[in-house]
């Protein structure tokens, strides 16, 4: 019942919206040309670059590979936990 | 330091499409609420799922197989919950491998990890009864079976049951999902006692069908966190009973339409 009223009165997205949204980036990952063994190991690589300088929470990453007409985006959302201290010369 | 030794839940049905995935994200969660440390193992390589279903999929880096292979540290691959955070863990499955490469040896490395900082680790396992499907149970305490009430589904659950009794399994439960009330009512769906009847194992808990699961799923939040619905208070009952509580079964007649609730009320007054 309150599920009911909240759903009746909510201004928020449908959920069905916000499932096709979230469909459409996991679809366009498992469809991209790039083997998905590939942008795996992009991942890896991308992680590796940026631990080498900051201090970063793995776990709290987030990923997106996206594609819009004939172009690939990727999105990359990396909390920072403290930028690495480094000497003058690096 | 001290160890938890934390508890081997596996969930798993002999056909798919029963359920299982999203009873293992409920049951995850529901332990989450009552604070307890819970690791979620997605072990059903290929056909990864969990992730969406907890809304998860776009934190994944690394995968199970990436553990059992050594290129990443478990605790690196675990994904951390958005609401629970340490206390809800997802281990993803993995997308491009075959079933064979999740071995019993990495399996069993894993689950004793996990067993040290968690509470309770909820493995899903694969349908069916392949390699995988044998890797996946066999370092489990305990097993959950799930099935809807048809023919197939129960079918396929006595085979796996017969299949876990053979590998030494005791403590095998049985979980009832997506009942209709008012089809059991009319006699034309396999009732509760039906359904324990042909498979004799205990029942842990039935969960009625829910509109509410598949709203759930699409915004990828288990709904045992916040629903009133008779699906959210079957999944919290079936976690308060793994943690041990003594709870009467859900009254699944109950569940009225909205409008002859309203009349109800009206009445009443």
Redesign the interface.
């Known amino acids: 019942m309150r599920d009911f009223l909240r759903r009746l009165f909510s201004t928020e997205e449908k959920s069905k919206d916000i499932a096709k949204n979230r469909l459409k980036i996991v679809i366009m990952q498992q469809k991209s040309n790039i083997s998905p063994q590939v942008i795996e190991e992009m991942k890896k690589d991308i992680i590796a670059v940026f631990k080498k300088y900051l201090e970063i929470d793995e776990s709290g990453m987030e990923i997106n590979v996206g594609q819009e007409n004939d172009t690939m985006g990727l999105s990359v959302s990396i909390p920072v936990k403290e930028v690495k201290k480094r000497g003058l010369n690096g | 330091m001290s160890e938890t030794n934390g508890k081997v839940y596996v969930i798993t049905s002999g056909k798919g499409g029963v359920g299982k995935t999203t009873t293992t994200a409920n049951i995850s969660t529901g332990l989450a609420m009552l604070g307890k440390k819970v690791a979620v193992i997605d072990a059903d390589i290929g056909l990864r799922n969990l992730d ?1 279903i907890m ?1 998860l ?6 995968d199970i197989i990436d553990v059992v292979e050594g ?1 990443a540290k478990l605790e ?1 691959a ?3 919950d958005k609401h629970f955070r340490e206390n809800l ?1 997802l281990l993803p499955a993995a ?2 491998r075959d079933k064979d490469s999740l071995t019993k040896e990495g399996m069993d490395k894993i689950l004793n990890d996990l067993r040290k900082t968690f509470d309770y680790i909820i493995v899903d396992c694969p349908a069916g009864i392949e390699q995988g499907f044998k890797n996946a149970t066999i370092g489990a305490d305990h097993v959950l079976i799930v099935t809807n009430p048809e023919v197939s589904a129960v079918r396929d659950a006595d085979r796996i049951i017969g299949l876990l009794e053979s590998q030494g399994k005791k403590d095998i439960k049985l979980i009832i999902n997506r009942i209709k009330p008012e089809m059991v009512k009319r006699g034309d769906m396999l009732s509760m006692e039906d359904i324990l009847d042909l498979l004799k194992i205990d029942l842990i808990g039935i969960v009625p069908e829910d509109e ?1 699961i598949v ?1 759930s ?4 939040e288990p709904l045992v966190r916040e ?3 008779l699906a959210g208070q079957a999944y919290r009952n079936i976690t308060r009973r793994i943690t041990g509580e003594k709870l009467p079964l859900l009254d699944i007649s109950k569940q009225a339409g ?1 409008f002859t ?1 309203l009349f109800k009320k009206k009445t009443r007054k």
């Open positions: 969406v809304g999929e776009n934190r994944i880096v690394y290129r690196t675990m994904i951390k863990q997308q491009t509410g709203v799923a699409n915004r990828g629903s009133q619905g909205f609730k």
